[in-house]
């Protein structure tokens, strides 16, 4: 991971870019795993930890509705989780992690193992994966299902960072 999160550090730093991080399950670890890189202040703007559903909405702008209805783990959280995060920041690409990572929480629609990520950036529509940590006989542990999360999610954020242009002439 510490590779992936220089290689972010490295691109956005050289294309005068920004990110941001939402995050519910994984609790910062983005955040953390991206500042653990000397010199990643000039890349990284800010991460949101948003593990309530409270905290998506008062500090994303999450609509409520869309958490009642489709539950804080699904698609359409986290495309407005990223859409939130650019909106709150001055990041040029974000992104957005909510899940179950257990081992309590899970449901038969929403098992431990299922998390959804999104990347976006601020002139680009989000991506989301919807990604299973697991199989149907064996759920990973927390850490590894937060680990897994994480790495996914700064995958998605490197190709958003590798399509971007540059925000400087």
Do not use: H, W
């Amino acid at each position: 991971m510490s590779e992936l999160a220089s290689e972010i550090i490295q691109i956005a730093t050289s294309k005068g870019l920004m990110v941001a991080a939402a995050e519910s399950c994984t609790g910062g670890l983005v955040s953390a795993v991206l500042t653990d890189i000397s010199g990643s202040s000039v890349a990284v703007d800010r991460g949101f930890v948003t593990y309530s559903n409270d905290a998506k909405v008062e500090m994303l702008g999450v609509p409520l509705g869309a958490i009642e209805s489709q539950g804080a783990v699904s698609d359409i959280v986290a495309r407005a989780m990223v859409a939130g995060a650019l909106e709150n920041s001055r990041a040029d690409a974000a992104v957005a992690i909510t899940g179950v990572a257990g081992p309590t929480g899970g449901t038969e629609t929403k098992p431990v193992g299922l998390v959804y990520i999104a990347s976006q950036t601020r002139d680009g529509l989000a991506t989301v994966r919807e990604c299973f940590f697991g199989n149907e006989l064996t759920v990973l542990t927390r850490e590894n299902v937060r680990n897994a999360a994480v790495d996914v999610a700064l995958t998605m954020l490197k190709s958003e960072l590798d399509q971007a242009t540059s925000s400087t002439p």
